[in-house]
T-cell receptor
Framework: QQPVQSPQAVILREGEDAVINCSSS?????VHWYRQKHGEAPVFLMILLKGGEQKGHEKISASFNEKKQQSSLYLTASQLSYSGTYFCGPIKAAGNKLTFGGGTRVLVKP | GAGVSQTPSNKVTEKGKYVELRCDPISGHTALYWYRQSLGQGPEFLIYFQGTGAADDSGLPNDRFFAVRPEGSVSTLKIQRTERGDSAVYLC?????????FGEGSRLTVL
């Protein structure tokens, strides 16, 4: 079953912050986050494993709450290069397939 | 190779024809995924290989779709009797440590 991402789209000014949420109806083992720019392939950002850990990539960080079956991606002090569509990909158990959410389209304006 | 290579990058075919899409993963990557992506949508899971065997093919939409990975490296996605609804970008990704590395995709257009 596909995870649910919110919001579907967000427009930011350079330097502003945003949060993208990813929820699953099933228990999770890990969550992946990817970013896809228009006309390009998705690019890996980070993986979060069970344990409520947080990770960072540039000024992009994420958290994973396995009890709530959700993950959040935090865009801090956004840059123009952060524009793109962000996808979460939860995995239910080790070795299982990775399915993606519908994506959150982010546009950062000068 | 340095990255995941997919061929052809573009394929235009007529309804009812047979199509093969090829994926050459990063050398040494044991896991290989196929996804399909329509405009404005997230990648839709099709099939996942670990080595030569299909670990999960639950995403293949029907029996017109088939994929193989005979030697645990290159994979071919085969689509029989193509339909207009099969038009999409077909993405391949490979992995060894969990993170997926995607190819640039094969854009399939069925007229």
């Amino acid at each position: 079953q596909q995870p649910v991402q919110s919001p579907q789209a967000v427009i930011l000014r350079e330097g502003e912050d945003a949060v993208i949420n990813c929820s699953s109806s099933k228990a999770l083992y890990s969550v992946h986050w990817y970013r896809q720019k228009h006309g390009e392939a998705p690019v890996f950002l980070m993986i979060l494993l069970k344990g409520g850990e947080q990770k960072g990539h540039e000024k992009i960080s994420a958290s994973f709450n396995e009890k709530k079956q959700q993950s959040s991606l935090y865009l801090t002090a956004s840059q123009l290069s952060y524009s793109g569509t962000y996808f979460c990909g939860p995995i239910k158990a080790a070795g299982n397939k990775l399915t993606f959410g519908g994506g959150t389209r982010v546009l950062v304006k000068p | 190779g340095a990255g995941v290579s997919q061929t052809p990058s573009n394929k235009v075919t007529e309804k009812g024809k047979y199509v093969e899409l090829r994926c050459d993963p990063i050398s040494g990557h044991t896991a290989l995924y196929w996804y399909r992506q329509s405009l404005g949508q997230g990648p839709e899971f099709l099939i996942y290989f670990q080595g030569t065997g299909a670990a999960d093919d639950s995403g293949l939409p029907n029996d017109r779709f088939f994929a193989v990975r005979p030697e645990g490296s290159v994979s071919t996605l085969k689509i029989q009797r193509t339909e207009r609804g099969d038009s999409a970008v077909y993405l391949c990704a490979s992995s060894i440590t969990g993170e997926l590395f995607f190819g640039e995709g094969s854009r399939l257009t069925v007229l």
